[in-house]
């Protein structure tokens, strides 16, 4: 075996025990997440830590299933979360598409809006909190869709600007002369060829909109309680619900995580096809 070979071997393996390494590390707080939502309070705090509880306990889960407020909250934060994505992308495209083809604001709109995005959210919740209390939108829906919705739209414009910039104009120029209008070249030309980005982006916004907290706990009341808002009241002056705490969390992490695994095949095709140009 040449030393090239073995050089080529070795580095091989030194990059996947580092990746390895990588992986247990992100992968033990899920793991223990877990495995602590089905511990019994006595193996919670057990010194030294027990990792695999002899008798698996589900009780959490019955428990936060029994929650009185658990489904008004799980369907919050779809229909939030949802809602705030779909406004998102479909401005956000629309944004980004007129700001990359037609130059709209010309180079110091782009800028402003990434701006937007260095501001520290807790500097506008006092200003956006009094607005709604104002106008008696304080535990609404609404409030939380357009919150999200202006929060993400600067990150969406920025990403889906990417994607067109790295599609031909050939294609949409071909469509004009054969008689579309430039929203039907949109239509039906753009956005099929740039669907992986769109759908990358869409997930990208959804994760943010599903696990913001701060706008959520400070805006919201009983009836726009979302997930990461519930799971915050299991830690109260009375103490620490570990078990119940971890269980919410596997809960909440499971829509995010289907989605991902769904959309994945469009997340990396998408997420590839904006870094080219």
């Known amino acids: 075996m040449s030393a090239r070979r073995v050089r080529r071997n070795l580095f091989k393996s030194l990059k996947t025990a580092v990746l390895c390494l990588f992986l247990i590390f992100f992968m033990l707080p899920i793991l223990w997440v877990v495995l602590t939502s089905i511990k019994l309070p006595v193996d919670q705090l057990a010194i030294p830590p027990v990792w695999i509880p002899e008798h698996p306990a589900f009780s959490n889960y019955v428990q936060l299933f029994q929650h009185p407020d658990f ?41 402003v809006l990434l701006l937007t995005r260095m501001i520290p959210p807790v500097v506008v919740i006092v200003p956006v909190f009094l607005f709604a209390f104002r106008v008696h939108l304080l535990d609404t829906h609404i409030l939380l869709i ?46 099929p060829v740039i669907m992986p980005g769109i759908a990358a982006t869409a997930l990208i916004c959804f994760i943010f909109c599903w696990n913001e907290f701060l706008f959520a706990v400070t805006l919201t009341g009983a009836h726009t309680k979302t997930m990461p808002v519930l799971t915050s009241t299991f830690v109260s002056q009375k103490g620490l619900d570990r078990g119940l705490m971890s269980a919410s969390g596997i809960i909440s992490s499971l829509p995010v995580i289907l989605l991902t695994v769904f959309f994945q095949r469009y997340l990396v095709s998408g997420l590839t096809q904006g870094s080219v140009k």
């Open 146 to 191: 357009l919150t999200y919705s202006a929060l993400n739209m600067a990150l969406v414009i920025w990403l889906l600007r990417a994607f067109f910039a790295s599609l031909a104009v050939d294609m949409e120029e071909a469509a004009l002369i054969d008689g579309c209008s430039r929203l039907k070249a949109f239509i039906r030309i753009v956005l």
């Open 71 to 111: 489904m008004t909250s799980l369907i919050n934060s779809l229909l939030i979360a949802g809602a705030a994505t779909l406004i998102t992308t479909v401005l956000g495209a629309l944004a980004a598409y007129s700001i990359e083809r037609f130059s709209t604001g010309g180079s110091l709109l782009p800028n």
